[in-house]
């Protein structure tokens, strides 16, 4: 089991591993993201998100993929948009790994927060989170506007 930084030509099995989360979210229907995109958003002239990936036997079986953002209360911080491991691969230590190593980078760059979400009926990921001592939070509502939306604001 190894822990890395994220290359551009890991980019292909993040993608198969984005989809297989939204397969497990039963919401597949709704990725619109291509390779491209991913190569762009990452690797393009002005990067907004970075990744780690777990492999086994030179194979990615996991991500955890982030970007920084701001707290006006607290300052910088991670957002961890995905953590996701080949159901194949779960329940190995995977995860565990994948998340020491975001609190690692958190503490690296002098993140003071590690946010992330998680939907309320996935109770093996709220049970693997509450083991670690995060902070559920049932307080806050996610708001969202649409490509759509904004288009025609």
């Given amino acids: 089991m190894k822990i890395r930084k994220g290359v551009k030509s890991d980019l ?8 297989e989360l939204a397969v497990y979210e039963k919401a597949l229907h709704e990725v619109e993201i291509t390779l491209e995109q991913l190569e762009e958003d990452g690797f393009g002239e002005e990067p907004v998100f970075q990744f780690l990936v777990a492999t086994e036997n030179e194979q990615i079986v996991g991500l955890a993929l982030y970007y920084f953002r701001y707290s006006t209360w607290k300052g910088k911080a991670i957002y961890l948009e995905d953590l996701v491991v080949k159901e194949s691969h779960r329940g190995k230590g995977y995860g565990q790994k994948l998340l020491d190593a975001i609190v690692e980078e958190a503490r690296q760059t002098g993140s003071k ?3 992330w979400q998680v939907l309320d009926w996935n ?3 709220i049970n693997f989170y509450k083991k670690l001592g995060a902070h559920l939070d049932g307080e806050w509502i ?10 025609n604001y």
Avoid at 12 to 19: G, Q, R, Y
Avoid at 144 to 151: D, E
């Fill in 12 to 19: 292909p099995s993040v993608l198969e591993l984005i989809k």
């Fill in 123 to 125: 109770e093996p990921a």
């Fill in 142 to 151: 996610n708001c969202t506007l649409t490509a759509k939306q904004i288009a």
């Fill in 113 to 115: 927060q590690v946010r």
